[in-house]
């Protein structure tokens, strides 16, 4: 079947299917049916924990220095 031979509703759903599946495909998840390592998942819930306490962390500032990326 060429879309010459579809009728205007045909092309119309056609078209309409195709916008569906692109928009699922760019807005689906790539982590969809990925698993978190155990330990990754404990160092997320305790930077949580602590977060939840009142810890702020290190400021930016400070890992930018430590990292050597300061100012020029």
């Known amino acids: 079947m060429q879309v010459n ?5 045909e092309f119309k759903a056609l078209i309409r299917e195709t ?3 692109t928009i699922e495909e760019l807005l689906a998840d790539p982590d969809e049916n990925q698993t978190v390592k155990e ?7 305790a930077i ?4 939840e306490a ?3 962390g290190i400021p930016a500032a400070e890992v930018m220095q430590r990292l050597g990326l ?3």
């Open 54 to 56: 009142g810890s702020k």
């Open 19 to 21: 916008v569906r599946e």
């Open 39 to 45: 330990n990754f998942k404990q160092e997320l819930l």
């Open 5 to 9: 031979d579809l009728t205007v509703d």
């Open 70 to 72: 300061g100012n020029g």
């Open 48 to 51: 949580q924990q602590r977060r």
